[in-house]
């Protein structure tokens, strides 16, 4: 649990460090209004804009690659909840198949004491 909670601190620090530097290399110093023959305009109105480029890579592409790479962290690293999830579910639906009990263990274990 301490764990999971520093991952999710650490990653949410880093995204906060990120977005504030990109949102400091995109504002201009000043503020967003300057001061025209006109009156107070909006710089992103007298400024000329760049134009921007197409992405180099199709968005689809890194998508896929997103994919990729979550199923292959999940197929490479199985949690051991859900192994346990996983062979209990297979160990009562083979139990149902044989014709036995559908109850769980202790749940039999609490029938028989109570019977």
Do not use: C, N
Not at 65 to 85: C, D, I, M, N, V
Request: zero cysteines; glycine letters at 12%.
């Amino acid at each position: 649990m301490k764990r999971s909670l520093l991952t999710i601190l650490i990653v949410a620090a880093i995204s906060g460090w990120i977005s504030a530097g990109e949102r400091a290399a995109g504002r201009s110093p000043g503020g967003d209004w300057v001061r025209t023959s006109d009156g107070w305009e909006s710089r992103f109105v007298v400024e000329p804009h760049e134009a921007t480029a197409l992405p180099t890579i199709h968005p689809g592409v890194i998508a896929g690659l997103q994919l990729g790479a979550s199923l292959f962290f999940l197929l490479a690293f199985p949690s051991q909840f859900r192994e346990l999830a996983i062979s209990r579910a297979t160990a009562y639906f083979t139990e149902r198949r044989r014709g036995g009990d559908r109850r769980q263990g202790a749940d039999r274990r609490i029938a028989a004491a109570a019977g």
